[in-house]
């Protein structure tokens, strides 16, 4: 069983996905409590579902694609089997997850978009090591940029672990409180190698709707 806070239909706005029909399914718990949370709503216990439940749920919305989100899906050991299924049943899956958990057992279909937290985040401190040695090409790493100063932290942290050379790249500037335009003039002004990564739903949809 899996404690599940909501599933939903909507546009992916996120990753190399985003721009597509996808199904979420938002799992419930969080051990972190970043200071641009915008989805709070998810900390609370959620209503246990099994995986057959979800399945047929996900199935209803005739869509490819499936996105994990949270809260925090890795907190839950039943994450694991429900992403390999979806995968075996010919769905696109990715994984959105807060990066102080490893990766190393997600089925290698997943993209794993893994949210490396800037110091502004307060979280920092929580980043697991063995995220940076995973293996194959379904892995983004996500920087959510808060200020100046995060700016240049993570330019720092992918030029130490050269991620780069390996990984996708992503700066997304903190809804509301980064402008777009300096995100991506900071980006082509410090010949940064990072691809500017906008949250294309926020754009869309206002915070009560899906566009369901």
């Not at 090591?129 to 992918?158: H, M, P, R, T």
């Not at 991620?163 to 940064?192: C, H, M, Q, R």
């Amino acid at each position: 069983m899996i404690a599940i806070n909501e599933i939903f239909y909507s546009i992916q706005g996120e990753s190399s996905f985003a721009g597509l029909r996808t199904v979420f399914v938002r799992t419930a718990g969080c051990h972190l409590r970043c200071t641009y949370c915008d989805t709070k709503y998810s900390y609370g216990p959620g209503e246990k579902m099994s995986i057959d439940e979800l399945i047929l749920i996900i199935e209803s919305h005739q869509a490819k694609h499936v996105c994990l989100t949270g809260g925090e899906p890795l907190l839950q050991k039943e994450a694991l089997p429900l992403m390999s299924r979806l995968c075996d049943l010919g769905y696109h899956v990715s994984l959105e997850t807060s990066g102080d958990l490893s990766c190393k057992d997600v089925d290698p279909r997943v993209l794993r978009v893994i949210d490396v937290k800037t110091p502004d985040s307060g979280a920092a401190d929580r980043f697991h090591k063995d995220n940076l040695n995973l293996q194959g090409v379904n892995i983004e790493f996500k920087f959510v940029i808060c200020s100046e100063e995060d700016f240049y932290w993570a330019e720092e942290f992918v030029d130490q672990n050269h991620l780069s050379n390996t990984y996708s790249v992503l700066y997304s500037p903190s809804f509301g409180e980064i402008d777009a335009k300096w995100l991506a003039n900071k980006i082509l002004n410090e010949k940064s190698n990072a691809r500017l990564h906008l949250q294309q739903h926020k754009y869309i949809w206002s915070p009560e709707t899906r566009g369901v």
